[in-house]
Each structure stands twice: as structure tokens, then as C-alpha cells.
């Protein structure tokens, strides 16, 4: 199973978003872990908690490494350089709609290839639809 990261700059967003990811792929199976904050808990990305979380849901299936925006990118670029060679993707995607849609993606056992295009469509899904559309 793929597994999956959120890296968010707060630790209780990148929890939140992992409850929320499970709840909706109706299983715990689903291998997401959350890398969150800084280690004395302040809002910041950790190169150690993002590299800590992808060992923690690594398998030969892959994971994808979700981030909320800037620092949390680049930070996760630098622990993908030092994990080179290892079937891990970064997924540019709208972070709780693509951590919903990689969860459910995860639980039907979905190819990281399957997975990461599906996770992308995070960008275009529509919360409201006008009667005009």
C-alpha cells in the first residue's frame, strides 16, 4: 500500500488532516503519517520529522509527501535529495482534498502512479457549483 506524509508548517494541522484523510477512507489501514511543526512544537517545517515520517509509511509501493505551502516544499525537496532512489513522490495538490483523495486511493491499492494523478485532481474538484455552470 502507498503510503502517505503531511507536512504541514503546524503540527495540529498536519494531525487534523490526517484524522480527517482516515475518517474519509473509512479505514486505518491506510499507512499516513503527519510531520508537522518544529520539534518544541512552533509553527516551521523539520527536515527530521519529514524524513521520520516517510520511514515511517515507507514500503516498495512508495509514498507521496503532501505539503501545505513554501519552507514545507523546499524542506521536503531537501529530505527527498538525501532519500534518493527510493520510490517517493512529492504531489503539488490542494492538501486536504489531495490527502482525502490519496487516502481513499491508498485503501482500494491504487499504483503510486494511479495514485499521484488521481491526488491531483485536488485542484480542480468543485466545492460549489452555480446554477450558472
Excluded: F, P
Aim: aromatic fraction near 4%; proline fraction near 0%.
Amino acid at each position: 500500500m502507498v503510503g502517505i506524509v503531511i507536512v504541514s508548517h503546524s503540527q495540529k494541522l498536519a494531525e487534523g488532516v490526517v484524522e480527517l484523510a482516515q475518517a474519509m477512507a473509512m479505514t486505518k489501514d491506510v499507512k499516513i503519517a503527519a510531520a508537522g511543526g518544529l520539534e518544541d512544537g512552533s509553527l516551521g517545517t523539520s527536515y527530521q520529522r519529514i524524513y521520520d515520517a516517510i520511514e515511517e509509511v515507507y514500503s516498495e509501493d512508495g509514498v507521496v509527501v503532501l505539503m501545505d505551502m513554501g519552507s514545507a516544499v523546499m524542506t521536503a525537496e531537501m529530505v527527498l535529495d538525501d532519500m534518493e532512489g527510493r520510490n517517493i513522490r512529492l504531489v503539488d495538490c490542494a492538501l486536504v482534498e489531495g490527502a482525502v483523495l490519496a487516502a481513499v486511493e491508498a485503501a482500494m491499492g491504487s499504483s503510486l502512479d494511479a495514485l499521484v494523478d488521481r491526488t491531483k485532481d485536488s485542484y480542480v474538484t468543485k466545492k460549489i457549483v452555480s446554477e450558472t455552470e
